[in-house]
């Protein structure tokens, strides 16, 4: 068998970006995918007529010059995906009040101080805050060393100030009614954790992303897939599926191939996983190679929720309904009091999409497609079947009592349940987002790209740069240029810019 410069597992969003710009920068690469289909949870799946995006229901910085388009012009498939943006940011129903985020940061300052005057300075001393931190975040290096700390503690002070603050640490400081900053906090669901645990960095740098506008590729995120799966070969590389990896081959303490199910062995100078770090390193490497405290450090991380998703047909006009691309539907003003209850099993901090709005392709002409979204612990364990209807009932039921008649419109099509989404991605307890993104486990509190194995690469959204479709993809790229770089290819994979990551290092 001949050898790979590069072996990569998995073929996730993160995996495949990886993949085409090492290809790209001419070295030989395989993709190796347990799947019989390509991208983890952007991989689409069809029902009859209707095409269904299992979780990614848009993306951020891919309007022109963003990173996502420059990534795909930089491996030559940019003709193969169109992104369009969405008219609205989101909306969200609370149980007396129904707003709508609009694109702009100036827009959404605006219409929230128009919902609650009496902090109306409080938010735009809040906004003012957190436009600064984002270009003090911008004018950092992507990589902060111990050397380089005083210079960037300048640089960035608020940064430094907030790195372990939590959304609802810096909301209380600005803003006096709770409902306010619960508005401001609602989309606490996409980062997975209420505003007492979410990260206010992350959670800042993708609100700030958000008002830049949100996309969705036309034809789904199967296009992205597609289209990166697309470079790896026509750069000279091999994209294998139904070829689950089950050994990470070392050689004197490196990794130096990868075993396929089967029993074929790919060798390669080096391999890159894209795949759960307990997976990659207690199934694929075994803790006897790692080391003790690389367990005891992955043995300490937090999960974030799973979810639970209902896949459906809108019986109804969208409009009517009061939905848009992204709803969101808080039953109660109090997110901890939901995150307490979905902690319990009651599904919590959920979003309704209507993917249609944005692409009607993906269903026959006037029909739209409906995907509600609940988060659950995550727990993966076989025990969802058995519950799933009552679930998804129940889950209705919280969105019909804010948006009246959506029960009665959706006709259920498909349900997922952390069992599935384990199946998809192979991810402990069907997790959404990896890692909990709190912030001891945001940015460089993640598993480095670079492993304690020699040779040994991470990609993906369990390490650094961390959660959502442009982090991962943004992922891919750092640990691209880190292996080109050691394989003798320094330079060879450009910077394509895109929101900074919060590397910044452990001591500060
Ligand atoms: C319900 C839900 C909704 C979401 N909504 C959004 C959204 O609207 N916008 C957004 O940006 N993000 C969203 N996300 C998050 C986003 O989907 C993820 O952050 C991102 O897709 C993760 O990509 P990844 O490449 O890290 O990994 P994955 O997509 O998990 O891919 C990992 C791949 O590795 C493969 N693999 C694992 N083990 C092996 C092995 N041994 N051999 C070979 N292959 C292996 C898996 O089969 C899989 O294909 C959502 C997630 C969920 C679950």
Redesign the pocket.
């Known amino acids: 068998m001949t050898g790979y410069d590069v072996v990569v597992?998995?073929?996730?969003?993160?995996?495949?970006?990886a993949a085409a710009l090492l290809a790209r920068a001419g070295l030989h690469v395989a993709v190796?995918?347990?799947?019989e289909h390509?991208?983890?949870?952007?991989?689409v799946f069809r029902r009859g007529e209707y095409v269904f995006?299992?979780?990614?229901?848009?993306?951020?910085d891919a309007g022109p010059g963003g990173f996502t388009p420059k990534l795909l012009e930089h491996v030559g498939v940019a003709d193969r995906v169109r992104f369009v943006a969405s008219e609205h940011t989101y909306r969200s129903f609370f149980p007396d009040l129904t707003f709508d985020a609009m694109p702009g940061r100036d827009a959404f300052l605006r219409s929230h101080q128009e919902l609650f005057p009496a902090d109306s300075d409080g938010l735009a001393r809040l906004f003012e805050m957190r436009q600064a931190i984002f270009a003090q975040l911008a004018a950092l290096p992507q990589k902060v060393g111990p050397d380089g700390l005083e210079a960037a503690m300048a640089t960035a002070p608020l940064v430094f100030r907030h790195r372990m603050s939590s959304v609802e640490d810096v909301l209380k400081e600005y803003l006096r009614d709770s409902r306010t900053a619960a508005a401001v906090a609602s989309i606490w669901p996409?980062v997975g954790s209420p505003p007492s645990r979410m990260s206010f960095l992350l959670f800042n740098q993708m609100l700030e992303t958000m008002h830049a506008g949100c996309y969705y590729p036309l034809g789904s995120f199967q296009t992205v897939v597609d289209a990166l799966a697309a470079a790896v070969v026509e750069n000279g590389g091999d994209v294998l599926l139904g070829?689950?990896?089950?050994k990470i081959v070392l050689r004197e303490g490196r990794a130096a191939g990868v075993e396929?199910a089967g029993g074929t062995v790919l060798p390669a100078r080096a391999v890159v996983?894209?795949?759960?770090p307990q997976?990659?390193f207690g199934?694929?490497v075994g803790w006897d190679a790692t080391g003790p405290s690389l367990r005891r450090r992955i043995g300490r991380y937090k999960l974030s929720p799973?979810?639970v998703?209902l896949y459906g047909v809108l019986n109804a006009d969208p409009d009517a309904l009061g939905l848009v691309h992204?709803s969101f539907v808080f039953p109660s003003w109090d997110h901890e009091r939901t995150w307490s209850e979905l902690q319990a099993g009651r599904p919590g901090g959920i979003w309704v999409?209507v993917p249609t709005l944005l692409d009607p392709s993906l269903a026959p002409p006037g029909v739209h497609l409906c995907v509600v979204?609940g988060l659950v612990p995550a727990r993966a364990d076989g025990s969802w079947r058995a519950v799933r209807d009552d679930v998804a009932d129940r889950m209705l039921r919280d969105v019909d009592a804010l948006i009246p008649g959506l029960r009665d419109a959706f006709e259920i099509v498909e349900v997922?349940t952390p069992d599935t989404?384990h199946r998809?991605?192979?991810?402990s307890g069907?997790?959404?987002?990896?890692w909990e993104n709190i912030p001891a486990q945001t940015a460089s509190k993640r598993l480095a790209h670079r492993t304690p194995v020699d040779g040994l690469f991470l990609?993906?959204?369990?390490?650094e740069e961390?959660?959502?479709?442009?982090?991962?993809l943004t992922?891919?790229r750092a640990t691209a240029a880190m292996v080109a770089a050691d394989l003798g290819s320094p330079g060879t994979v450009p910077d394509l810019g895109g929101p900074s990551f919060l590397n910044l290092p452990a001591r500060g």
């Open positions: 597992i998995g073929s996730g969003l993160g995996g495949l970006s190796v995918e347990r799947n390509p991208g983890g949870y952007a991989q995006d299992p979780a990614i229901h848009f993306t951020l996409y070829a689950a990896a089950t396929v996983s894209n795949a759960d997976h990659t199934e694929l799973s979810a998703v992204e999409s979204t997922a989404l998809y991605t192979n991810s069907g997790a959404t987002y990896g990609s993906g959204q369990w390490a961390g959660t959502s479709s442009l982090r991962v992922s891919g």
